[in-house]
Each structure stands twice: as C-alpha cells, then as structure tokens.
C-alpha cells in the first residue's frame, strides 16, 4: 500500500500512457512505480471469502435471469440475478440484479 505525499491519501495502481505509476484519486499526484515494485490489479477471491471480484462478463454461481425487473440505465426488463448476505445473519439478503443489455449491474435490499 502506498500513500500521497501530498495529501496522505492512499495511491492506486494505474496504468498511464503504457507506464505503470500510483495515482491519488484525491489530489491527482503521480508517481512512476519503480522496476522492483510489482502491481497486481487482478483478483480473485476464495468461496468461503465475502469479497467477489467479477470479471468483465463473468456472473456469480447460481445466477439466474428474471423478467419484469427495469434498468435503471438503459430500462431494458430483463435482467441476471444472484442473492448475497451482505449483512449479518438476522437482516435479509441482499439481490443483486445485472442488466443483459447495457451490463449495468444494481442491488436492491429486501
């Protein structure tokens, strides 16, 4: 992890005109990553984890699709669907829902 000298907030990796640097999202700050440093942007997550890192056209196991749910971005009716317990046990689950046209992806708490 590394941090702005500028404004202390935290750097992400990014890749910029070919280079790889450190940006601050913040203050704008840039800074060339040096050759021993490494990114690794991708990743993936264990089952048994509660973070899910999905791919660009990748869908979670025991997706199904659902008719009648509108879009927010493109108002397309149909959509991928998959249920996740973002909270603790005694609150309801939360249904995440991505458009099969636009991709846009929106969760909606039961």
Not at 22 to 44: D, M
Not at 53 to 80: F, M, R, S, W
């Amino acid at each position: 992890m590394k941090f702005c000298p500028k404004c202390n907030s935290m750097m992400v990796p990014r890749k910029i005109n070919g280079k790889s640097v450190y940006k601050c999202l913040k203050c704008g700050y840039e800074e060339e990553v040096k050759q021993e440093e490494v990114i690794t942007t991708k990743i993936k997550h264990d089952v048994k984890e509660k973070t899910i890192v999905l791919e660009q056209d990748e869908l979670p196991v025991g997706t199904q699709i659902i008719k009648g749910v509108v879009c927010p971005n493109c108002k397309n009716d149909e959509a991928y669907f998959w249920i996740l317990q973002t909270r603790s046990a005694d609150e309801p689950a939360t249904r995440f829902y991505k458009c099969t046209k636009c991709g846009k992806v929106w969760r909606e708490y039961e």
